[in-house]
C-alpha cells in the first residue's frame, strides 16, 4: 500500500532522537529495528568504514500519530554530508509501482534539482532523490509488490 512519511536526516544523533521520540509517542522501532551503516553492503572503490561509522543509523522509522511514519538516518561528514537547518527533512513517497514512482519523480524534478536519478537500490527498492523548483526535498522508495 503507498503511503507518505517524514524523513530526518541528522548529523550521528539519529539514534538518540528517534529513543526521544519513542518515548514520547510510544510504540516499537518498525521494520527490522535500527539498522546500521554496517549492515549494507561494502560501496565498491569507497575506503573500509570505521567502526564508529559502521555503528550510525543506516534507517529507522516509527508509526506515530495517525499512523504517519517517522523515519531516519545518520548523515555524517566523512560520507560528504553537511547537515543544517533545511537540508535534514525529506517528504517520503512509497508509491505502489515504478510507472507511479516515475510519473512523480518526472513532475516534482521537472524545474529542480535531482539529487539521486531513480534507480533500483540493494535493499530492493526502486529509489531516487530529487529537490523541487521551491526548494522542498523529495525521496522515492518504491518496492513493487
Given amino acids: 500500500m503507498a503511503r507518505t512519511s517524514t524523513y530526518l536526516n541528522f ?4 539514534e538518540e532522537a ?5 518515548s514520547v ?7 527490522n529495528g535500527i539498522v546500521r551503516m554496517g549492515d549494507g553492503p561494502p560501496i565498491e572503490g569507497a575506503p573500509p568504514m ?10 529507522v522509522e516509527l ?17 560528504g554530508f553537511t547537515v543544517s537547518f533545511g537540508n535534514n527533512v525529506y517528504i517520503n513517497l512509497e508509491p505502489d509501482s515504478k510507472a507511479e514512482t ?3 519523480f518526472d513532475g516534482l524534478s521537472a524545474g529542480g534539482v535531482v539529487t539521486m536519478p531513480l534507480q533500483d ?3 530492493g527498492a526502486y529509489y531516487g532523490s ?9 525521496m522515492f522508495n518504491c518496492v513493487e509488490k
Avoid at 25 to 31: L, T
Avoid at 50 to 59: A, G
Avoid at 130 to 138: A, L, P
Fill in 25 to 31: 509517542f510510544g510504540g516499537e522501532f518498525g521494520n
Fill in 63 to 79: 508509526q506515530i500519530t495517525g499512523g504517519h511514519v517517522l523515519m531516519g538516518t545518520d548523515a555524517p561528514e566523512a560520507f
Fill in 121 to 123: 537500490m540493494f535493499w
Fill in 102 to 104: 516515475k510519473q512523480l
Fill in 11 to 14: 548529523p550521528d544523533k539519529t
Fill in 18 to 22: 528517534f529513543n526521544f521520540y519513542k
Fill in 130 to 138: 530529487c529537490t523541487d523548483q521551491f526548494g522542498v526535498q523529495w
Fill in 50 to 59: 570505521s567502526d564508529e561509522l559502521k555503528n550510525l543509523v543506516m534507517h
